[in-house]
């Protein structure tokens, strides 16, 4: 927090009344200003849906822009966070025959939230498509953070398993819907990021009870149970960790991501090219 001091000495009754303290007053007066202020910073207080409309025309952006389109757009919060740039960033190129691998390390990079989810689904021996999907759940929202659920597997689809496309798809949906039998509980930071009143629109809640009472429903829980513990900003997994895995079960096409004419060859090029204006 910065600390005017003029400000705070208007706050706390002006210069005279200030002078007029002793140390231990001037303390106490600091203390509770800090902690008003403290109160009233937006990430202090849980926000209602109402609060959070209401800051929509504050931002040069949407909340749900891609990740990699705009700055603050790496934050649920829709806020550019501190320690961001004021301007995006020049991206290097990508090879001709882009890999994934060249996706994670020339787009999708730090991706410390996908490494952390994979990283504790193969700690659990989570089985390898699962692991996977956790890897890969959340890289659509480098495109776009609405329904990134949907874009994701849309993204993934032609390249991995029906059923790794599935998990990803679903894991959205059933953020939002407790299973005790998994002690899988609604995230605390949703309350932030959706507000405390927030309700499930319906088709969320038809996709989750879809999912709930699929085959691979499990596959789905799984990547919300690993998503949960996946968010510590210190944490650095290598990607080598799962260069296997991709290579075993990420049908990687020989004339590269976005050039292979497949039904999502054209997200990965604006993945690829977001610079590019049409
Ligand atoms: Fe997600
Ligand atoms: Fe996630």
């Known amino acids: 927090m910065q600390i005017e001091r003029e400000k705070i000495i208007a706050a706390i009754g002006g210069a005279k009344s200030v002078d007029a303290m002793d140390d231990e007053a001037r303390a106490e007066a600091l203390e509770d200003y800090l902690t008003k202020e403290l109160d009233e910073s937006p990430l202090a207080k849980v926000p209602t849906v109402a609060d959070l409309e209401s800051r929509i025309e504050t931002r040069a952006f949407r909340r ?3 990740s ?3 700055v603050g757009g790496l934050s649920p919060l ?3 966070l501190s320690n961001e740039p004021e301007t995006v ?3 290097p190129p990508l090879p001709a025959r882009p890999t994934l691998l060249d996706y994670f390390e020339l787009r999708f990079a730090p991706a410390r939230h996908a490494l952390q989810s994979a990283d504790r689904a193969l700690t659990h021996n989570m089985d390898e498509e699962v692991v996977l999907a956790c890897l890969l759940h959340d890289l659509g929202q480098t495109l776009i953070k609405t329904d990134h659920g949907w874009w994701g597997a849309q993204l993934f689809r032609p390249y991995v398993s029906e059923r790794v496309a599935f998990a990803i798809q679903y894991h959205q949906a059933l953020r939002f819907f407790p299973d005790p039998s998994v002690s899988y509980e609604y995230p605390e930071q949703y309350n932030f990021i959706f507000g405390r009143d927030y309700v499930p629109p319906p088709y969320i809640r038809a996709a989750y009870e879809y999912c709930r009472k699929h085959k691979w429903y ?3 829980r799984l990547i919300t149970i690993n998503d949960l513990y996946s968010f510590d900003p210190d944490c650095v997994v290598d990607l080598s960790k799962f260069t296997d895995i991709i290579g075993r079960h990420f049908k990687q096409p020989p004339e590269g991501l976005g050039f292979d004419d497949s039904p999502s060859a054209h997200m990965w090029r604006a993945i690829s090219t977001p610079d ?3």
Request: charged share 20%; net charge positive; hydrophobic share 45%.
């Open 64 to 66: 749900g822009v891609g």
């Open 68 to 70: 990699l389109f705009a």
């Open 78 to 80: 829709g806020e550019r």
């Open 89 to 91: 960033r020049r991206l």
């Open 218 to 220: 499990i596959s789905a």
């Open 276 to 278: 590019t204006p049409l």
